[in-house]
C-alpha cells in the first residue's frame, strides 16, 4: 500500500487533459504498489473545486482543493510552496506532474524546494521495490534511457500524450487548502497573458498534426497546410526549423528536438526532408504519413504511409478526400 | 551587471552514434561534443545584457571533467570574461546532485543573474535550472523566449501551449532560456585569441547525494515505417483507407 500524489494542470479554471494523464499515471502506480490512494491537487481560481468530480472518474480518491484569486492564473511560487507543503507533509511513494510547459516549470522547484531528485519527461515506468524505473528520450531521441530513481517520495513529470487517461471512477472526497505561499508575496508575477490564437488546438494535444517543411517553398503556400488541418478538423499545425527560422511561421509552431516534441495518433509531413533535429520532435508519434518529392528522404523511413511527389498536386487532393471521409463518416 | 552562466558540454547529436559496451552509455568512438545548444543562446543573452549595461561581467560556470575546459573556451571566445570548473570525473544524471554543487559554487558570488539554457540537449531534463534557484532561494522564470532588465527588475516572455505569459521579477534570478530569443554569435578570431589569456579557475565539485542513475541505454524501436505506398496524387485514395482501415484514424 502506497498513496500517490498527483498534480492536476488547470488552465481558465478548467482541467486540461494531461490532468487526467497525471492522476490515470498515479492511479496505476497505486494499484501496482497494492492499491493505495490517488491525492490530486487541483489549484486555480474561486471555483475550480467544482472539477473535482472529473479527476475522480480517472481513479483519485482525495481531491486537494487550493481556490484562491491569485491562483486563477499560474503562479510558479505559490503552487510550488503548496505542493511542497503537501507532498512534504504526507507519506506519498511518487509525486506525478505533467512534462507540460508549466508542469516542466514547476516540478523541478517542488523538487527542489524538497530536496528531491526527479525523473523528468518520462514515457512510462514502472514500480520497482523502493525505486521507480522510467523510459526517458535522451541525445535528441536519437536513444532512450532507462533510468532509477530510488527513495520517496519519487518525483516523476511524464511527457503529454505518453500515457493514455483511463476511467477508474469513484466518489473523490475533497479536502479544502490555503496556498502555502501567499500568491500576492510572490516575486515573480504574471502581467499579462498573450493569445497566440488559442482557439486553435495546441500541437502538445491535437490528436492530428499537419506539419510543414522546406518544401513548400514560400510562407504564403503554408495555406495548403492549413487547409488539410482544417479538413481533418483535429489537427493542429506544426513546421520544421528551418521554417521558423526563416520567419514563415512563428517559433512556438517549431517540433523538433529545440522546439515542440509531440505524439499525436497522425503525423501528417509535408514537405519535410527529415532531419534528425526535426525527427526528434516528433518519432513516437503514433502513425506517420509522408509526402516528399526526394523519394529518398530520411523521412520516408520513419512513415508509416509515404507518398512521393509533387506536394502542390498531392495536398490539395488529400485535403478533399479527408474532408468526404469526415463528412460521410 | 554581473551574470553567470551555467552551461554543459554535450555530444553533438547531429552524428551517428551506438550505444557502448556498457549498456549505459553512448560509444565514445567518433563522438564529438559542443556546447548545448539552449546553453549557447544563454551566453549570447549575458553577453548583451552586459554590453547594453556598458559594463559587467560574464562568468561561465561548468561541470565535468577537464575535457569540459575546451568548450569553456569557446564560450569564453564569443566574449565571457572567466571561466569556473567545477571539477567531476563524471557529470552525474541526478540534475539534483549537479544544482547542489552548482548552488554551493553560486551563493556568494554576488552574481545579478544566473543564466541557464532550458534544457541540455543529451539528458534533456530541464531541471537544473529551477532547482538550483530553489537551492539559492532566489526567483526564478524558465524557458524564457524574450528578456528586458531595466532599474533592477526583469520582465520576461514564455511561451506555453496557444498561449504565451509575460512575467516580471526582481534581480537577482535564476532564468532558463528558450530557443528564440538570440542567435548565438561565432567566436571572432580577435575573441578566440584574447580568450586564450582569460582565466579558468578549477574547484572540485561538491556534488549532491546521487538518487537518480542510468540503469540502461538503448536506441529507439525501429519504427516499421518505410513503406511508400504510390506516387502522386493517385495515391491519394490508398493512403485514405488505409488511415480508415489499417491506421484507424479516420
Known amino acids: ?329 | 551587471m554581473k551574470i553567470a552562466v551555467c552551461i554543459k558540454r554535450v555530444p553533438d547529436t547531429e552524428l551517428r552514434f551506438s550505444i557502448g559496451s556498457d549498456g549505459k552509455s553512448l560509444d565514445q568512438a567518433g563522438l564529438k561534443y559542443d556546447l548545448s545548444d539552449f546553453d549557447g543562446y544563454a551566453v549570447e543573452v549575458a553577453l548583451r545584457l552586459v554590453e547594453q549595461a556598458g559594463g559587467g561581467e560574464v562568468a561561465v560556470v561548468c561541470l565535468g571533467p577537464d575535457a569540459v575546459q575546451e568548450t569553456m573556451r569557446k564560450a569564453i571566445s564569443m566574449g565571457a570574461d572567466r571561466g569556473i570548473h567545477l571539477r567531476a570525473d563524471t557529470i552525474p544524471f541526478d540534475g539534483l546532485s549537479v544544482a547542489h554543487a552548482l548552488a554551493a559554487e553560486l551563493k556568494d558570488g554576488g552574481y545579478d543573474l544566473v543564466l541557464f539554457g532550458r534544457m541540455a540537449t543529451d539528458s534533456a531534463a530541464g531541471v537544473v535550472g529551477p532547482m538550483t534557484a530553489q537551492l539559492l532561494g532566489l526567483p526564478c522564470v524558465t524557458a524564457i523566449s524574450h528578456l528586458d532588465i531595466a532599474d533592477g527588475r526583469g520582465t520576461a516572455r514564455r511561451e506555453l501551449e496557444g498561449v504565451a505569459e509575460v512575467t516580471t521579477f526582481p534581480l537577482p534570478a535564476v532564468l532558463t532560456i528558450d530557443e528564440g530569443i538570440a542567435r548565438a554569435r561565432l567566436p571572432s578570431l580577435k575573441g578566440i585569441m584574447a580568450a586564450k589569456k582569460k582565466p579558468i579557475e578549477t574547484r572540485e565539485a561538491h556534488l549532491g547525494e546521487v538518487r537518480l542513475t542510468v540503469e540502461s541505454m538503448a536506441l529507439p524501436p525501429e519504427r516499421t515505417g518505410g513503406r511508400i505506398i504510390g506516387e502522386g496524387p493517385d495515391a491519394v485514395p490508398e493512403l485514405i483507407r488505409l488511415l480508415q482501415t489499417e491506421a484507424k484514424v479516420l
Open chain 1, 1 to 329: 500500500m502506497a498513496d500517490m500524489f498527483a498534480f492536476a494542470e488547470t488552465r481558465d479554471g478548467a482541467l486540461r487533459s494531461v490532468a487526467f494523464e497525471t492522476v490515470t499515471a498515479a492511479r496505476q502506480a497505486a494499484d501496482a504498489a497494492g492499491g493505495g490512494e490517488v491525492h490530486a491537487l487541483l489549484a486555480g481560481g474561486p471555483g475550480v473545486g467544482a472539477r473535482a468530480a472529473e479527476l475522480g472518474r480517472y481513479g483519485a480518491d482525495v481531491v486537494v482543493v487550493v481556490e484562491h484569486a491569485g491562483l486563477a492564473c499560474y503562479n510558479a511560487e505559490a503552487l510550488a510552496a503548496t505542493c511542497a507543503a503537501r507532498i512534504g507533509g504526507e507519506q506519498y511513494r511518487a509525486a506525478f506532474f505533467a512534462a507540460s510547459a508549466e508542469g516542466r516549470d514547476l516540478a523541478p522547484r517542488v523538487a527542489g524546494a524538497l530536496d528531491r531528485s526527479m525523473l523528468s519527461d518520462v514515457t512510462a515506468f514502472e514500480m520497482r521495490g523502493d525505486a521507480v524505473v522510467a523510459s526517458h528520450p535522451v541525445y535528441v531521441g536519437k536513444a532512450v534511457a532507462t533510468l532509477r530513481l530510488t527513495g520517496s517520495p519519487a518525483m516523476v513529470s511524464l511527457r503529454p500524450g505518453a500515457i493514455t487517461a483511463v476511467e477508474s471512477p469513484r466518489e473523490a472526497r475533497t479536502e479544502p487548502m490555503a496556498p502555502a505561499l501567499d500568491p500576492g508575496a510572490a516575486r515573480v508575477t504574471v502581467t499579462e497573458m498573450l493569445d497566440r490564437g488559442g482557439a486553435k488546438l495546441d500541437l502538445g494535444e491535437a490528436p492530428v498534426v499537419v506539419s510543414g517543411g522546406r518544401g513548400l517553398r514560400a510562407a504564403e503556400n503554408f495555406a495548403l497546410v492549413e487547409e488539410l488541418a482544417a479538413a481533418f478538423g483535429n489537427a493542429a499545425v506544426g513546421a520544421t526549423r528551418a521554417v521558423t527560422d526563416d520567419g514563415w511561421r512563428p517559433a512556438t509552431d517549431q517540433i523538433g528536438q529545440t522546439g515542440r516534441v509531440v505524439s499525436p495518433m497522425l503525423y501528417v509531413a509535408v514537405g519535410i526532408s527529415g532531419a534528425v533535429q526535426h525527427l526528434a520532435g516528433m518519432r513516437t508519434s503514433r502513425t506517420i504519413v509522408a509526402i516528399n518529392k526526394d523519394k529518398d528522404a530520411p523521412i520516408f523511413k520513419l512513415a508509416d504511409y509515404g507518398i512521393v511527389g509533387d506536394l502542390f498536386e498531392i495536398v490539395p487532393r488529400l485535403t478533399d478526400a479527408v474532408r468526404k471521409a469526415k463528412a460521410g463518416g
